[in-house]
């Protein structure tokens, strides 16, 4: 019985590149997952894992911040503490080259980027001790990173896959590439062995194409789920969008391949995901968190923490005090703040509400405007005095989760919200998005199909 270990999305950030000032404080308060205190979180998760009985950790990308020589350098030492109890076998992406080529250095009231960079073909020979040198085949692709095989045990092999780039400059795979990945699923069967795949990018959205779709999912995503489930691959472990969900695509052939996306260690609720490979070929996964981790000599509440610094990207945004503060909060979540921020007249009051409003409120505001009618009188008697930033809160932290809180399609929690939620579709008959949302807060209230906690796939 083999038993492995998945994380994903370290963004390890060296705290030599300033953790102090007004521009550190916007891009560290923009971002679900931490940057100062990264280290401190790796180090705790790398201490509880290499106690465990597991027998082989796999990382799946963006183990840097962004791409930062110095962040490499030290959570390459950190790999190598770790391997000295577990073997070790992980995949780069785009984070770790800094692929939009912006490094950044935060001083005060100002940002440099005078940070020297990895770039994409030294990472194979860097990180060799991490899965490339115990490759029973490798792949080198056009911009120098590498995929490869390994042989986990005596019947189970990973399939370690570099989706940074494909011939059209996204992410996904060139056709030489595409042939050697085939090539590898046809030897595993061959060989009598499960290939368990694993990459950055998702294959599918999970949850909703408005929440994972696009640029999360590599380009061509149905061909390229398509091509690896007809070829016979039955699992991919990814990253990227830093929530914990599972679920699965067919292919018109009817071939499934069942995705477990791995949410970011060093965000809310720092997945570490334990997977058992079974008799019958089958995965169970049960999906622990990081209780604790030291941060300047004191034992922190990791949950607690990271569940607050999660919250606080929504919080910090609701609570702009004016035009330009909500121009740059915008502008720190990588949206056009000068552009939204015009509308600070109609947005800021939009916030003040959703920050100090009770479900009464908005209750008698829908009423007046004549959008009240499909809402249970009793649902608001009962949620009354909850705040709406209370929902807000929920809902966000069950996306990166993956639904520890669920809700039944019975339960009054969910027949509110999904009232509410409804309303949009009502008013914007012909807007596909709106009724999107709808399958999209449902998913996420439901936790899906899958228990993206614990489960035999």
Request: aromatic share 8%; glycine share 6%; with cysteine.
């Amino acid at each position: 019985m083999t038993k492995l270990t998945f994380i994903a999305d370290t963004h390890h950030y060296s705290k030599t590149l300033g953790t102090t000032g007004r521009q550190y404080h916007l891009r560290s308060g923009s971002d679900q997952k931490c940057l100062a205190e990264t280290g401190e979180i790796i180090d705790a998760a790398f201490e509880k894992i290499a106690v465990s009985d597991t027998d082989a950790v796999m990382i799946a990308g963006d183990v840097t911040n962004d791409g930062e020589m110095v962040s490499h350098l030290e959570f390459r030492e950190k790999l190598y503490k770790l391997r000295e109890k577990k073997r070790i076998y992980l995949i780069t992406a785009t984070h770790d080259w800094c692929c939009d080529q912006n490094p950044r250095r935060f001083s005060g009231n100002t940002v440099t980027h005078d940070v020297e960079v990895m770039k994409s073909d030294m990472l194979p020979e860097f990180y060799r001790d991490f899965g490339p040198g115990d490759a029973i085949s490798k792949f080198i692709t056009h911009i120098g990173t590498c995929s490869y095989v390994a042989q986990l045990s005596e019947n189970v092999r990973l399939l370690a896959l570099n989706d940074d780039k494909n011939e059209d400059n996204h992410a996904g795979f060139t056709e030489e590439h595409f042939k050697w990945i085939e090539e590898q699923i046809k030897k595993a069967r061959e060989d009598k062995c499960l290939i368990i795949g694993m990459e950055h990018h998702l294959l599918t959205p999970h949850i909703s194409p408005l929440i994972t779709g696009g640029g999360v999912c590599v380009a061509n995503r149905e061909y390229v789920a398509s091509r690896l489930a007809d070829a016979g691959l039955r699992y991919m472990f990814v990253g990227h969008s830093h929530i914990q969900n599972t679920t699965d695509f067919k292919s018109e052939k009817g071939n499934v391949i069942t995705e477990v996306n791995v949410g970011s260690l060093v965000g809310y609720p720092a997945p570490i995901v334990n997977v058992t490979v079974n008799d019958d070929m089958t995965l169970s996964y049960e999906v622990e968190h990081l209780e604790t981790f030291n941060l300047n000599g004191n034992e922190i509440d990791a949950q607690k923490f990271l569940k607050n610094h999660a919250l606080a990207l929504i919080h910090r945004l609701l609570s702009s005090p004016n035009r330009q503060e909500l121009a740059d909060r915008l502008t720190a979540l990588q949206l056009n703040g000068r552009k939204l921020s015009k509308y600070s007249g109609v947005i800021l009051p939009l916030f003040k509400f959703i920050r100090t409003a009770d479900v009464e409120k908005l209750y008698k505001k829908l009423k007046h405007l004549g959008l009240a009618r499909n809402i249970d009188k009793s649902l608001v008697e009962k949620f009354k005095n909850k705040k709406l930033l209370s929902f807000a809160d929920e809902i966000m932290l069950s996306v990166f989760d993956g639904s520890i809180q669920k809700y039944t399609r019975e339960d009054d929690y969910y027949r509110l919200v999904m009232s509410v939620v409804s309303i949009p579709s009502r008013i914007m008959k012909k807007n596909t998005n709106m009724k999107k949302l709808i399958f999209a807060i449902d998913s996420i209230l439901t936790g899906g199909r899958f228990d993206n906690r614990k489960a035999t796939i």
